[in-house]
């Protein structure tokens, strides 16, 4: 309210008096002779909230010379008097009718304008944002020299706090880069309204699923491909719902910043949409997350303009969905689809949408400039109901047809004693000088739920050990996760500790046998790949938390959970070992469960391979891929891989996984001496080992050695029930050391 009712002094004294021997009270005096004795004057004042409002007509431009009889105004659906209605701003070519001031001006004594230039990077490849970041340069070269304008790259990227040096603005545009996720993610071609229909059939039944399955793995589909699809379709649907907390979550937290600037205040959001449900039972499904970002824009006093650029004709033929459908219908759906939670936000916020092609924003552009160069500022009687210092919805409508209103939905509207005070000790109206940048405004308030702080304080005080087991003990993890996920972080000035808290959290979620809790864990992950990523490359902790992410997700033994967030983690770390090597892992996972399609046997290969590249895991990579030939019986072939190993590996646990797979193979190849000697390496690198001796007694049975057969079945019966054997947990990949690997991170995050 104050930061408001600073700038019209007008408004201010419409703190209006009146005569009580005047009948046109509120409507104007008749003039008296001065000679003649006058009653004396009660002064009544009659405060009123500033609700500002643009009137534009068809063609954008703003229009003039509208008093305050041709403004009718609501409040919670109840009339309201508009006292006054003063025009600020441009009356040059700008307007819609022409007045003498030159264009590109605007009268000394209008107040400063604010505006937030916010880029959602999420939702553009590298490519469509070079020509995003052109028009939004041009964009930000026609603005007045005297405008504050800040910029915010979310979710990691360029941040300027508003200021007049747009120079400084263009410079950190220049850097900003697309974060969306590259093509080859997804085994099958997906369109977004797919998605979203396709998980409505699996709640309810319905034909698009049947329909995509015909197309992706044909008529006579293989169960397993059927299978990898749903899992494709939910899990999709899971990521996009973290990812667009993640999103959301940054922007509402932009748009409660801007609280506390002064001035008229402006946010332009760039987005290229985000996938979010149409329709009952579909998903990903955000709830209200747009329309509650929304109506945090509207208690900002903000107005809101959102160019949605429309890439779907270019993705049209992208490697992601070229075998998709591609009709006039699909298009135009997948449109909708993605600009639907910009619809959302822009709606409860009483802003405006424009939907522009990719490299076609400049119109739109201009047309928003023109906008933004008048509105009226209305001096509005709450009601004494209404002075309840809480939000009400606003409406404003013009009595002149055929025009446009672009107002917020709400207005604050303060106790009597805080407007008062408001009017007593009103802020500095700006001067005719340099002006001062607009004051940082104060961090946003979102309230830690308390069950988190306990969990927070455990963390920090306690081992891994410990913080898992207060995880396990807690009543409701599904809430609790959904707490932490809609709060503020328990460390607000350290992202890294916040990251691998969510981290621990996640995975406990995932581990848990509740659904919700599981549902709650995969969409924290993927909120936080999101939140980590830095425009300029992933850093050495980024990266380390794939690798724990991935080392936690092999030991699920989740394979399709965990080949959802992968493959994305290797496209921001591409050269690193292990999560070469986790990939894999997990994809072997898969062909272990039987839920591999023919031909993805040599993928695995393939897959193993890549990790064979790297020094730090050639030898792991080597020995894990030798097995999986022995699961496929090409004996010779494993041995071949082997073969290739020349200095043991310092790590004992592998050193003994390589002595036993090669024992393995060499039984499986029908030279069971050999076998023998390298089951009994086996029993040298890990003496004890349960694994080792079973393989070789079973071995001396087949070749007659009974008496040490015998005395391998003793050993292995009298053997300590705690005595651990490695390979026990060998198919979990990187798990066997996460204790080590969640340490690291640790460590990294403090």
Partial sequence: MRAVLRHVAPLLALLTTCSTASAGAGQGQVAQDPQQPQAPRIRVSVDVVAVDVQVIDSTGRPVPNLGPEKFSVTINGRRRRVVSAEQIGNEGPGTASDGPSAAGTRPSSAPERVIMIALDCISFDTGAVHEVIQNVQAFLRRLEPDDYVGLSAYPNGAVVTPTTNHAEVLRALSTVVGQRDGPGLNRYHLRPSEIIDANRDLAGGGGTLDAIVRRECGAEPDPNCRYQLVAEVTNSALYYEGQATASLGMLRTLVMQMQGYPGRKTLLLVSGGMIASDSPGGRPDLGGLGIQVGKAAAAANTAIYTLYIDSTLHDRFGAETRNADRTVNDQLRDRAVLARWLEQFTGAAGGALFSVQLGNADAALTRIQTELSSYYLLGVEPAEEDRNGRTHEVAVKVTRPNLTIRGRRWVLIPTRSAAAAAVADPAPSPGSGARPAPPAPPPPRHTVPAEVTALADVFDRADAAGFE?????????????????????????????????????????????????????????????????????????????????????????????????????????????????????????????????????????????????????????RVRAARFLYGMGQFDRGLALLQEITTPAADLELRYFTHLIRGQLLRGAGRPDEAAAAFRAALQAWPGAQSARVALMTLQVVRGNRDEAAALAEEVQVAPTDQYDPWWTYFLGDFRIYPAIRAKLREMGR
Avoid: M
């Avoid at 995975?507 to 425009?535: H, K, T």
């Fill in 469 to 621: 087991k207060a995880v396990y003990e807690v009543d409701d993890l599904p809430n609790l996760l959904r707490g932490f996920r809609q709060s503020d972080s328990p460390w607000p000035e350290n992202r890294r500790r916040t990251a691998v808290f969510a981290l621990e959290l996640a995975i406990a979620g995932l581990r848990s046998g509740n659904r919700d809790a599981r549902d709650e864990g995969g969409r924290l992950l993927a909120e936080y790949g999101v939140r980590l990523r830095d425009p300029a490359g992933a850093d050495a902790f980024e990266c380390w938390w794939f690798v724990t992410e991935a080392s936690s997700l092999a030991g699920l033994f989740a394979p399709e959970n965990a080949l959802l967030f992968i493959p994305r983690s290797l496209q921001r770390c591409p050269n690193e070992p292990r999560l070469r090597l986790a990939h894999a892992v997990v994809s072997e996972q898969q062909w272990l469960r039987g839920r591999t399609t023919a031909g993805q046997e040599a993928e695995i290969l393939n897959l193993y391979e890549q990790a064979i590249k790297f020094p730090e895991t050639a030898i792991e990579a």
